[in-house]
Structure formats: structure tokens, C-alpha cells
């Protein structure tokens, strides 16, 4: 069955960056692109940005061009997000979620809290 | 990229049908057949019920259903179950591999 592990916690300083990373497993790797989504405290959804995980091409929201970088590794099957400048409003936790028919997100990793404060 | 637009909360009695609107714009939700319906439950990750409008994944129930009309989109929920209680979210395609969500509907069930 498809598989999204995520990485632990983190908790960050303003301007400093933060990396998770989305382990996938039951599925072909390549075969299926990969979403960013967080949600802040008490808000809703939003999309951040996906990758196509065959030939490593990202689209990003525009809220987050230039400071966002999302990457993968088809060794291990493992994509990363990459958050950098951080400040309060950066506080969420951060989905990834497979792309699945129609520009859906059809398998949800379980969320990692990132928590930005001085 | 804004984004799309829901009622903020939503109620109806068991066994009663609720529809929860999604207005978008001509350039995501009226331009494209890709729009998709979660479901999230307090501290737990999105659940995908709805996608390309009205189709269900498996082990979705049919209670679940969508439609799109213009700009606005909607998941109707049929026959109210007490575990329908939960925040709603869609989702559109808005071209050049951008997607958009909603804000989210807190459905009540009565």
C-alpha cells in the first residue's frame, strides 16, 4: 500500500531554513508526481509547490518562488522540502501529498509540524 | 493564484443533505475538470473524497457527490452521518501544474 513518512518535528529561529523530507514506498516512485501542502494553526490548506519526481522539474507557488526548493532523490525515494527565511507565519505543518488522477492528492503523509519562533 | 472561495461553516441534520460551494474564477475551476473535495478531521491529515468533480475513489460512499457549474463547484453530502462531521476543503487545477484550495467549510452535523 502507498506509503508517505515524513520527518520529525522541527522547531526554528527566524531566517533560518528548514528541511523535510517525505519518504515514499508501495508505489513507483517516478511513476507519480509529489505535492507540498501546509496548514498554519487554525487555518486551512495550501498548496506550496510539486515535483515531478522522474525528472526532478518543480512548479512553486508564487507566494513561495524564491524561497522555497523542493527536491528528490530516486535512489531512495525520498523528496525534500526546503524552506528558507523562516518567520512566524512559516508555523504549519507541512503535508506531502501524491498526485493522483486529475490533479488530485490522493495519499497524504501524516504532516510535519514546524514551529518558527524566537 | 487566490484562493478559492467556501462558506466558512455548514450544518444540517442527520440523515438530511448539505451542499458546500467552491467559487473560483475562469482560470481554475471554470477552465478545468480537475477539481477534487478532501476531508479532515481535527489533528489528522486530508482524506481525498472527491476528484475530477464527481468521481469517488474507492471505499468513498456514494453519499458523497459533486458537481460544477461556471465557476463554482459543489459537494453535495447526502443521508447526514454523525461522522460526516468534519472540515471540507476543494481544490482546483489552475494550469501551468498549479493547484489552488479552498479555505475550508466546517461542516456540523445536527
Known amino acids: 500500500q502507498v506509503q508517505l513518512v515524513q520527518s520529525g518535528a522541527e522547531v526554528k529561529k527566524p531566517g533560518a531554513s528548514v528541511n523535510v523530507s517525505c519518504k515514499a514506498s508501495?508505489?513507483?516512485?517516478?511513476?507519480?508526481?509529489m505535492n507540498w501542502v501546509r496548514q498554519a494553526p487554525g487555518q486551512g490548506l495550501e498548496w506550496m509547490a510539486i515535483?515531478?519526481?522522474?525528472?526532478?522539474?518543480?512548479s512553486y507557488a508564487r507566494k513561495f518562488q524564491g524561497r522555497l526548493t523542493v527536491t528528490r532523490d530516486t535512489s531512495t525515494g525520498v523528496v525534500y522540502m526546503e524552506l528558507s527565511s523562516l518567520r512566524s507565519e512559516d508555523t504549519a505543518v507541512y503535508y506531502c501529498?501524491?498526485?493522483?488522477?486529475?490533479?488530485?492528492?490522493?495519499?497524504w503523509g501524516l504532516g510535519t509540524p514546524v514551529t518558527v519562533s524566537s | 493564484q487566490s484562493a478559492l472561495t467556501q462558506p466558512p461553516s455548514a450544518s444540517g441534520s442527520l440523515g438530511q443533505s448539505v451542499t458546500i460551494s467552491c467559487a473560483g474564477t475562469?482560470?481554475?475551476?471554470?477552465?478545468?475538470?480537475?477539481v477534487s473535495w478532501y476531508q479532515q478531521y481535527p489533528g489528522k491529515a486530508p482524506r481525498l473524497i472527491l476528484y475530477?468533480?464527481?468521481q469517488r475513489p474507492s471505499g468513498v460512499p456514494d453519499r458523497f457527490s459533486g458537481s460544477k457549474s461556471g465557476n463554482t463547484a459543489s459537494l453535495t453530502v447526502s443521508g447526514l452521518q454523525a461522522e460526516d462531521e468534519a472540515d471540507y476543503y476543494c481544490?482546483?487545477?489552475?494550469?501551468?501544474?498549479?493547484?489552488?484550495f479552498g479555505g475550508g467549510t466546517k461542516l456540523t452535523v445536527l
Open positions: 475530477e468533480v464527481s
Open positions: 515535483i515531478n519526481p522522474s525528472s526532478g522539474d518543480t
Open positions: 481544490s482546483s487545477y489552475a494550469g501551468s501544474n498549479i493547484r489552488v
Open positions: 508501495g508505489y513507483t516512485f517516478t511513476s507519480y508526481y
Open positions: 501529498a501524491r498526485n493522483g488522477r486529475s490533479a488530485s492528492c490522493d495519499n
Open positions: 475562469s482560470s481554475d475551476v471554470g477552465n478545468y475538470k480537475y
